[in-house]
């Protein structure tokens, strides 16, 4: 034998099923659902209700612009101009690079100072592992800051010293020069059973200063360029203009995703206050009257 169930009861809890709102027979002498929402109680309650859902909106928009950002791995964002800024508008001598400098473009007049041509192993070029052949440049600005220069890539280091000693050797005019800015890197302890233990490994200013041969007062910047012009002995370093990675903060995306039902659930609930008070009205009217709720 079979028991069927009430089309009015709900299956899972048993009790009486509301009806359908298009299904509510009214008694003309009662309001409309839509008739209440006019009323400027709730029309005042929905001014309010939309004003919280735009905060809401707006502060799921925020959340999601956060959301992606540029890769902070990366450590560096990508050039802000295409055309070389003036190395002093970048940075001061003595203080860091800062972040928004990192790999810009860069131009500087002055010239090399003769004699401090410096080879840097352990430069990629490529996938090629090779030497940089490095300069002293003396900037023509206020008090000459000193900026180290990193001019070529050779290949061996046989090539790379030839062509530091022709640099040393004459004496390079006057001019301007163009590069990309990079951060210095830290010094590494000399490996005493290198070939050459004194051979620099590093790009680091700090290393240089002690190698170059001049005065110690000289301010210097606190970061080296690659330059764009490279000496005829050497291969130019490759030094492109850096890509900006981008990062996905999933836990953003669900906060706004949560702002964005919470401005929905604002609505909703004014929606649900105004037929709970219009239902109640209509109940309080009928039962006036002597009638059943309408909506049992």
Same mark, same amino acid.
């Given at each position: ?31 409309? @659902? ?34 992606? +950002? ?8 990508? $050039?802000? /101009? ?9 940075? #001061? ?12 473009? /860069? ?19 490529? *996938? ?36 530091? &000693? ?5 004496? $390079?005019?006057?001019?301007?020069? &163009? ?15 290198? =070939? *050459?233990?004194? @051979? ?12 170059? $041969? ?32 981008? =990062? ?9 995703? =949560?702002?964005? #039902?919470? +401005? ?14 219009? =239902?109640?009205? #209509? ?12 909506? $049992?």
């Amino acid at each position: 034998m079979t028991s069927s169930t009430p089309q009015n009861i709900d299956d899972r809890s048993g009790r009486p099923k509301k009806p359908k709102l298009r299904d509510i027979e009214l008694n003309p002498a009662d309001p409309t @659902l839509g008739s209440v929402m006019k009323r400027p109680r709730w029309i005042g309650m929905l001014v309010l209700a939309l004003a919280v859902a735009a905060a809401f909106a707006w502060l799921g928009q925020w959340q999601l612009a956060r959301a992606v +950002a540029a890769d902070p791995t990366l450590g560096a964002p990508t $050039e802000i /101009v295409r055309t070389p800024a003036e190395l002093g508008d970048l940075m #001061v001598p003595g203080a860091p690079l800062p972040d928004i400098a990192v790999a810009q473009k /860069v131009r500087v007049s002055g010239h090399f100072d003769p004699g401090n041509a410096v080879v840097v192993g352990n430069r990629l070029h490529g *996938d090629d592992l090779g030497y940089w052949v490095t300069g002293r440049f003396i900037t023509d600005e206020p008090d000459h800051p000193v900026i180290a220069v990193a001019r070529g890539w050779a290949p061996d280091l046989a090539t790379a010293r030839a062509a530091a &000693e022709s640099l040393n050797s004459f004496p $390079e005019p006057p001019g301007e020069l &163009e590069g990309r800015l990079i951060p210095s890197q830290g010094p590494s302890t000399p490996d005493m059973k290198a =070939e *050459d233990p004194f @051979l620099l490994v590093d790009m680091s200013v700090a290393q240089l200063i002690n190698v170059w $041969e001049t005065d110690a007062d000289s301010p210097v910047y606190l970061a080296y360029m690659v330059s764009f012009d490279t000496p005829s002995m050497l291969e130019p370093i490759d030094a492109p203009r850096p890509e900006s990675g981008i =990062e996905i903060n999933w836990l953003n995306i669900f906060y706004a995703i =949560e702002w964005a #039902v919470f +401005a929905g659930f604002a609505v909703f609930l004014w929606y649900r206050l105004a037929r709970d008070a219009w =239902e109640k009205e #209509v109940d309080t009217n009928a039962a006036s009257r002597g009638e059943p709720s309408p909506f $049992e």
